[in-house]
């Protein structure tokens, strides 16, 4: 903490804009509360739409006279009902608030004070209704293994209109994405690279591993519907290979856009962004009838080479950016639902000769090359809607791959392909007691070929056994406790096998020292067996037999609490990741080399969520070691990354009944001397960035959505501090785009 305060001490900029942005989000919500009015007990004539239930109540106090405010976070993330006609304002609100979970309480002064709890002759009965956005995509939110859990919902998605990865992870400080661009992207969560994750898309497990320079999962959010993360600690059914947590990704389905009653429907979106004269359009069509559901999306983005912060244009940044999304399904009424989906996101433009930086300056290659980037994803999925008792099945049946060619100068093409699957039970025994039981597997492949060498395939094969129990044993105390047992079978491209088996293990518990009060804390120890190499180094003179390569396993731990006080609140987490034989091969040192790293660190958060608006400030501070010394990012690729201490802010105030939404938010990292491996790595410099939004949805024009946004104000030129190769002196970083603003329209129909 004495780093963070002198860093801070001396950036007055961020010092500033921190306060500004906190206090005048405090100061719009304490007006709000200050006058609280007389209780209308007449008939009203409201009209308020299907909305966030934020802006709906907001609505309701201008309409009825009543003053409203939110008890916790627990309306920000909800969509309200509708309400039109002439009736009380209890009627009304009761309307609004219908099957949310939500209860209200009329205050002594006349106002209204929404919470997640029932009052009644002053005692609070708890209900176990989980009463988050995060309920309507994960069955389990709430349990003790979600205590440390970072959702992304549909309304945060829709704040944050995400283009790319560091887009959609914005206002998270524990969550970094290295690359500027989509196609070089890499997400770390608490220091640790995703290929330590068990990554999902709709279930289906994510496998890509071609090339360092590259990014592993090429994803559009524009696809997304929600995103959830694991960090550290992931429960037994998060997958295989769950080794420092999970992310799992949902896309969106037709009961996501359509209301109810609604039957057919579809989007279409237009932004344009100055810096680089980026132009998108996505058109999205979906109806369904009779239990049958069908969705087409389609997104195309083309712009050219932009310019950072110095003003200096970044060679082969354009944009090349296309994705598709398709969803057939079918849902009985009986609960039975069936569904198909195929997505795919591509990238065909020129990068440079090592996409993921601008230049090595002790080096002469070519300036840039044909980067052509494919992944697709196709999924099956089964589930058992509204299942409540002991019979709650779900199977998921996927298979993904991942290309990436570079024609010159070698014609290197690399695929990597996952087909996996599991069947699961969850035996629901009551709201807060079940346990999930299942058995999933997975067949990984990474293949190389060039035009001088033959196609070389290393392959991952395992079968895994799991169950996790999810118990509230007491009152106010919810554990959860998995186990995992698999066995895979990994095989070099000299046709050499190993065959390991693993336990792994995890126990989770979160206890409500009080009704505003939780303390949370996780520990799992992690079979990860042995991780498929990187394609674009395999060697054809590798020995695997006379290798000794081991299969990897982590040990993690966190703890820490949060507390939530009348829409204020504050939360913290220490964390831990020890991972032993990290498989790290090379090209001339064989296929064999294994690492011990570490990361380790702590997070800090606090906000103030009000009825029509909201602010958030996080802090985290993450350490990366291998073999028990600091590190860089050639050292650590696949591994971590050195993030140090990182700041990121977000706030958003709904001008009453206009229409108008303003925002911004501040991503800002300190100076890390924590740097170590080669001799050229030096010191990183801090940096801080501003972005601001103001967005309209006019009375009228209910369907239509514009969005003007100011990104990078200052203009500062920075790389990401997860970006690869930041902290050498022989290499130009790539940069991420300088100042530019945006405007973007969306019209549903």
Known sequence: ?????????????????????????????????????????????????????????????????????????????????????KMSPQDALNQIISGLGLYFETQSDGSILISSV????????????????????????????????????????????????????????????????????????????????????DGARQNNKNFHHTGNNLLDPSLLKAVRVDPTVAPADAGPGALAGGITYETIDVGDVLDEGENVGGFTTVSFETNGDIFTNSNAAYGRIDGFEILGFVKGAKGDDYDDGSGDTQLA???????????????????????????????????????????????N???????????????????????????????????????????????????????????????????????????DFYQDENEYK????????????????????????????????????????????????????????????????????TLKAGYSNIFGGISIAEGYIYNPAWDYNAAEVKPTRSENFSVGFETNIDGFTFDTSIFRSDFKNARDASYNGGPATNVDFRTDGYEIGFGYNWVSGFTRVSYSDTEIRVDGQFTDTDTSQYLGSPIGRIIAIEAEQNIG???????????????????????????????????????????????????????????????????????FTNVEPKNEPGRSFMVYAKAEF
């Open 450 to 517: 060039d035009s001088s060498t033959a196609a070389m395939t290393e392959k991952a094969d395992n079968i895994g056994v799991y169950a996790q129990a999810r118990i509230s044993p007491i009152e106010d105390l919810r554990v959860s406790v998995g186990f995992r047992g698999d066995r895979q079978i990994f095989e070099g491209h000299d046709g050499t096998d190993f065959t390991n088996d693993g336990l792994s293990g995890n126990a989770s518990l979160a206890y409500d020292v009080h009704e505003t009060t």
């Open 365 to 439: 290659t070519d300036e840039q090359r044909a980067y052509n980037l494919d992944r697709s994803n196709y999924v099956f999925n089964y589930s058992f809607e509204g299942a409540s008792g002991l019979f709650d099945p779900k199977a998921t049946l996927g298979y993904g791959v991942a290309n990436v060619d570079v024609p010159d100068p070698f014609g290197s093409d690399g695929t990597t392909t996952s087909l996996s699957g599991k069947i699961e039970n969850d035996f629901n025994f009551d709201s807060e007691n079940k346990i999930t039981a299942g058995i």
């Open 118 to 201: 029932e009052v009644s002759t002053g005692e609070e009965a708890l209900d176990p209704i989980m009463v988050s956005e995060a309920a309507e995509f994960d069955d389990h939110a709430g349990a003790a293994d979600r205590g440390d859990s970072k959702y992304i919902t549909s309304t945060d998605l829709a704040r944050r209109t995400p283009s790319d990865s560091k887009d959609l992870f914005a206002g998270e400080a524990s969550i970094s994405v290295g690359g500027a661009q989509t196609s070089t992207q890499k997400v770390y969560i608490r220091g640790v690279e995703e290929h330590n994750l068990a990554v999902t898309i």
């Open 1 to 85: 903490m004495k780093g963070f305060k002198s860093n801070l001490r001396n950036n007055n900029l961020l010092r500033v804009a921190m306060l500004s942005l906190v206090l005048s989000g405090g100061i719009a919500g304490y007006q709000q509360q200050a006058h609280a009015q007389t209780v209308v007990s007449e008939e009203v004539d409201f009209n308020i739409p299907s909305q966030n239930l934020s802006a709906s109540l907001a609505e309701f106090g201008i309409q009825s006279g009543v003053q409203v405010s939110a008890h916790g976070d627990v309306v920000r993330n909800l969509k309200g009902n509708a309400v039109k006609g």
């Open 657 to 727: 009944q206009t229409g108008v939404a303003v925002g911004g938010s501040i991503d800002a990292a300190l100076s890390n001397s924590e740097i170590g491996g080669f001799s050229q790595a030096e010191s990183l410099d801090g940096y801080t960035v501003f972005n601001l939004y103001t967005e309209y949805k006019p009375e009228d024009y209910e369907f239509l959505t514009l969005r003007l946004e100011a990104n990078n104000i200052t203009d500062r030129k920075y790389a990401d501090r997860a970006t690869y190769g930041s902290e």
């Open 317 to 363: 940044s354009g944009t090349d950016l296309y994705s598709f999304l398709g969803k057939v399904a079918y849902e009985a009424e009986n609960g039975h639902r069936f569904e198909v989906s195929g997505e795919k996101v591509k990238d065909h433009e020129n990068r440079p000769y090592r996409a993921n930086i601008t230049n090595l300056t002790n080096r």
